[in-house]
């Protein structure tokens, strides 16, 4: 949705190259034919318009939290500035800090009763808190001052179908969060069996707009399942593994792979989620419905992807095979090539408790022993859940398949190694340590030493190398992603050295995200430079006795040298499988 109504009084707009704050002139115009500033407050209001001018110049770089400070600064001079408020109240909103929405909007309607643009971020805000109804009553009562808005109209439309859905199912929208929560999963329950499962994924996705966590509900979670096979299609039907045995968690949503296709098709959704005990019937009736639509026709976000296969799909054992786990964006490196870097680490920050629902998939039986278990991020080495997920999935008998910065060692991590239960990935994408610190933590140039746990980054993360290497050499993999900065031989050489004296035996090369996405590949797609240094480390590393990997959908001989190397020859490029690697 646009978020253009967020401050559009104050000439903000949100669509097309980016958003525009009111002039500074503008708000001290304003400040000076209120009555709330004496007489004698020019240097008040100066101050004012000073740190607006310096909000708007940090909003226009996406720079929340700046642009936070500065503002919350202008509220305690004076604590009555409508536009700030309102600005405020549009950078919590990116925030995703809705709590903090409200209560910016609250006071902005108080100065500015009028200012419809306040009324609905707090009403928009309220919905994302799951207080559904409350939303509603809002817009309902307030909506005068916000109906030339296209968006509120969108959205109060939006609330309106969400209303007659409920009474439709014989259910009052004025009830309680958990009754009403209750109610529509129970529904999307009823609706599975008897073999809706169109109309079951909508009752699902209304029930998780509740966002109360599924066990504080008295409902059978799983109940369904055993009808799940009935309702697919019979013989030969079109699907991929993903689809049939696979969930994704990711940002506030359960997915079913993380795979792009198509000018951005893929990630197909299995319903919203923030945490808790997992909602496995919701996910189920989905995948079913998503199998149906793409056996009949029906466009939807797997169509077309290069993943599908048309042929008998095992029946016998439809238990989860692979667990891909992005719940989190949190991250101790700076990566420059990754998008929360680009974004000055500004895009909403999200971590939601995944214990529950991994407790559910191994105490439910949800999940195959020997399933495999994805950890992207953020990266793992930071997340909460991880040692005790990876103590917890290795009892299992499940293979974790980690992509780590591998900063800080996990001892759980090295034990699942050892016991033949792990795979590691570690992308260090630099041979010196100018160059690692460069590419993995924003700091060209940096003199000083960046510490992670009282031990120097570049160092400590060869050593953890070293120490997942001595519990299982044949499962750790290190990683270089070729980017502009570090396509040079010289650096390539280094690295491959690093590993050699780590004693690595496997690495894998990759070009930089933005030719990840393009399918097929070729070499004409590639900068000269980055396609001669790929060739080299090919090259290279074979002399050096390590095997090489790429993805499995990248022509490997587009990669084979040319001139790298006068008197080397390649060794065979093995295959990596893409889906198990997450950016």
């Known amino acids: 949705m646009g978020l253009g109504w967020a401050t559009a009084p104050f000439g903000k707009d949100l669509e097309g190259d980016g958003p525009r704050v009111a002039a500074p002139e ?17 240097d008040r209001i100066e101050a004012i318009v000073g740190l607006f001018e310096e909000a708007r110049a940090q909003v226009e770089q996406n720079r929340w939290r700046a642009a936070a400070t500065a503002l919350t600064k202008l509220l ?45 971020l707090l009403a928009r805000s309220l919905y994302k808190t799951g207080r559904l109804h409350e939303a509603f009553e809002y817009l309902r009562r307030h909506f005068g001052h916000m109906q030339h808005s296209t968006d509120a109209q969108q959205f109060a439309y939006a609330m309106h179908v969400h209303n007659e859905t409920l009474k439709g199912y014989g ?8 009754s009403l929560a209750t109610a529509l999963y129970r529904k999307g329950l009823d609706l599975f069996r008897a073999g809706d499962t169109e109309q079951a994924t909508v009752a699902f996705d209304a029930y998780a707009e509740y966002r109360v966590p599924l066990e504080a509900l008295d409902v059978e979670v799983g109940s369904a399942l055993e009808v799940e096979e009935e309702h697919k299609p019979t ?33 197909t959704k299995a ?15 989905r995948r079913v419905d998503t199998i149906r639509k793409l056996n009949s026709g029906v466009e939807t976000d797997c169509s077309g992807c290069h993943k599908l296969a048309k042929r008998e799909w095992a029946r016998d054992d439809k238990r989860l095979n692979r667990i891909i786990i992005n719940s989190y964006s949190v991250c101790n490196f700076r990566c420059s090539y990754c998008n929360l870097t680009k974004a000055n680490f500004e895009m909403p920050g ?11 998939l191994v105490a439910k039986d949800w999940l195959r022993e020997g399933a495999i278990i994805v950890w992207g991020g953020g990266d793992p080495c930071v997340s909460r859940e991880f040692a005790a997920a990876t103590r917890n999935f290795t009892a299992h008998g499940c293979i974790t398949n980690t992509n780590t910065n591998a900063s800080i060692g996990i001892p759980a991590l090295r034990d699942a190694l050892s016991a033949g ?13 100018a160059a690692f610190y460069r590419v993995k933590l924003a700091k060209p140039g940096a003199n000083e030493d960046v510490l992670f746990k009282s031990q120097e980054a570049f160092s400590a993360v060869w050593r953890n190398i070293a120490d997942y290497v001595a519990a299982d050499p044949d499962n750790v993999r290190v990683k270089y992603i070729f980017l502009p900065e570090n396509s040079t031989r010289a650096e390539v050489r280094q690295f491959i050295d690093n590993c050699v004296e780590a004693k690595v035996r496997q690495v894998m090369f990759t070009p930089e995200g933005q030719f990840m996405r393009r399918f097929p590949l070729h070499a004409e797609d590639l900068p000269a430079d980055m396609l001669d240094a790929m060739k080299f480390a090919a090259t290279y590393a074979t002399q050096q006795g390590l095997s090489v990997a790429y993805y499995n959908y990248f022509p490997a001989e587009i990669f084979r040298p040319d001139t790298a190397a006068a008197d080397a020859t390649p060794g065979p490029v093995s295959d990596v499988d893409e889906s198990t690697i997450v950016y």
């Open 26 to 42: 503008r708000l001290a115009r304003y400040l000076r034919m209120t009555d709330i500033h004496s007489a004698s407050g020019q």
């Open 76 to 120: 305690s001079i004076d604590p009555q500035v409508p536009e700030a408020l309102g600005v405020l109240a549009y950078v919590r909103y990116e925030q995703r800090r809705y709590e903090d929405v409200i209560d910016c909007c609250e006071r902005c309607v108080a100065v500015a009763p009028d200012n419809g643009d306040a009324h609905f």
């Open 171 to 178: 259910i009052d929208p004025a009830g309680d969060r958990e």
């Open 235 to 267: 013989g030969a039907y079109l699907s991929c593994d993903e689809l049939e045995h696979c969930i994704h968690f990711h940002d506030e949503r359960l997915r079913f792979c993380c795979t792009y296709h198509n000018g951005g098709k893929g990630w």
């Open 271 to 285: 319903v919203d989620f923030h945490g808790g005990a997992l909602p496995i019937d919701a996910v189920a009736a």
């Open 350 to 360: 999200y971590y939601y408790s995944t214990e529950r629902a991994f407790d559910d």
């Open 421 to 433: 239960l792990a795979v590691v990935l570690i992308s260090v994408d630099s041979g010196s340590k």
